[in-house]
């Protein structure tokens, strides 16, 4: 009889165990926008759900553990600020609707190395990628968006691709190489050139920055020769001895998709000081308590078989004279 209930004993724990790893392996979730919610387990932030996502970082107390973004379902904006300066943040999976990234939505995020833009996007919005100095490769499988006010505006040289079945109108092209000058080519090329280019697996955070340098001394030198005949390469002009902190104007932001409705030299209706023009308050933060709670009830059912148990254990020795004593 007493083997029988350290057998059940066993089992009970054998139970619980494996159910308090599995709760504890989420560690937040919430909402970001009207039909959005989000999850944080194991350094991956995944964003469900449809619609555009709310101005604001509902997960900024996690910034330091998040490594990757991974968008599912039908989102279609990136929210203006949701990943300032998320130092770790490394690798982004933007799902295949999304349509434009907000205003400093990846502002300062160092690790990013490259982008890969599905071809329902249209929108760079200002700032959105500024001072990611390790970014050196962007794919629009799309028709040519908007690229606003110092969208990818950063210290290195970025090479941006276009599909060969899809390119962009030269009169667009050339006056954005010219506000980017040496920062920014652009090449037209099919989607095979992303196995080609040599970048960083996802590796130890801790060494990014050198695994950075080696991605980009990697990069073929006949990515060039792809480019399609009418799209210039790059800005004529050498870089200035002090490069400029941003580009002088807004790129162009008439998508090849619908005729022009404005002049393609048009000034920029926004500066480039300007702060983001949504601001709502961000989500309230919802963490999951349900794994705590389902844990603490097994045990205490545990505990009451347990007693249960012995309390039989004991009627029965009682009953027999002590015989099991």
Request: with cysteine; aromatic share 8%.
């Amino acid at each position: 009889m007493k083997k029988l209930l350290c057998a059940i004993l066993v089992l009970l724990l054998a139970g619980v165990l494996p159910l308090g790893v599995l709760a504890s392996s989420v560690q937040a979730e919430g909402t970001c926008g009207e039909n959005l919610t989000w999850t944080l387990q194991d350094h991956t932030l995944t964003i469900s759900g449809s619609g555009d996502m709310e101005d604001g970082c509902p997960w900024e107390e996690y910034k330091d553990e998040i490594r990757s973004v991974v968008l599912t379902g039908g989102v279609s904006r990136i929210g203006a600020k949701a990943f300032y300066q998320f130092e770790k943040l490394k690798d982004i999976d933007f799902g295949d609707s999304l349509r434009e990234i907000g205003p400093e939505a990846f502002y300062d995020c160092n690790r990013i190395q490259r982008l890969v833009l599905p071809a329902t996007f249209r929108s760079f919005e200002a700032k959105c990628f500024q001072d990611c100095d390790n970014l050196s490769l962007v794919y629009c499988y799309g028709p040519m968006p908007h690229f606003r006010d110092s969208c990818l505006w950063t210290v290195g040289h970025i090479d941006l691709y276009y599909p060969l079945n899809n390119p962009w109108p030269s009169e667009y092209v050339s006056p954005l190489l010219s506000s980017y000058g040496s920062h920014l080519s652009i090449y037209g090329a099919n989607p095979d050139i992303l196995d080609e280019v040599q970048t960083v697996s996802a590796a130890s955070v801790d060494d990014t920055d050198q695994q950075a340098e080696t991605a980009e001394a990697t990069v073929p030198a006949t990515t060039a020769a792809t480019e399609a005949p009418t799209v210039p390469t790059t800005a004529p002009t050498a870089p200035p001895t002090t490069p400029p902190t941003q580009p002088a104007t807004e790129a162009p932001t008439v998508p090849a998709t619908t005729p022009p409705t404005q002049p393609a030299t048009e000034a920029p209706t926004v500066p480039a000081t300007e702060a983001p023009t949504r601001q709502t308050e961000p989500p309230l933060r919802e963490r999951n308590t349900g794994g705590d709670g389902w844990i603490g009830l097994l045990i205490i059912i545990g505990v009451l078989t347990l007693i249960i148990l012995g309390v039989l254990l004991y009627r029965i020795s009682s009953h027999r004279g002590g015989r099991y004593s």
